[in-house]
């Protein structure tokens, strides 16, 4: 599957982002889908996660009660809507797709990557 993540941008603190990511192929549905984020010098961690039918969800304690990640696989595309955004969440922000829910939390588990993009939050 191949993942395209959109977007990203400037904002101010306090505001709101939606992310989204829209994956090729016909077994979007089969995947487990997971947003991380990096920012320079750091590792990729983790954001959220949400299973195949998106009926559970994941999130990192830090986007907890602000982020919410949701998919519709009618669409093939999966959401980040992020609110009350705070300096510190500034990265670049990717999707990835992996086949199961062990380990959805850990980036060397998911198979595969789109690449980033960029979100911006000023104070």
């Known amino acids: 599957v191949q993942l395209q993540a959109s977007g990203g941008g400037l904002v101010q603190a306090g505001g709101s982002l939606r992310l989204s990511c829209a994956a090729s192929?016909?077994?979007?549905?089969?995947?487990?889908m997971g947003w991380f984020r990096q920012t320079p010098g750091k590792e990729r961690e983790f954001v959220a996660a949400i299973n195949w039918s998106g009926d559970r969800t994941y999130y990192a304690d830090s986007v907890k009660g602000r982020f919410t990640i949701s998919r519709d696989n009618a669409k093939n595309t999966v959401y980040l809507q992020m609110n009350s955004l705070k300096p510190d969440d500034t990265a670049v922000y990717y999707c990835?797709?992996?086949?199961?829910?062990?380990?959805?939390?850990?980036?060397?588990?998911?198979?595969?990557w789109g690449q980033g993009t960029q979100v911006t939050v000023s104070s």
């Open positions: 192929g016909r077994s979007f549905g089969s995947y487990v």
């Open positions: 990835a797709a992996k086949s199961n829910l062990r380990g959805y939390d850990r980036r060397y588990e998911y198979d595969y």
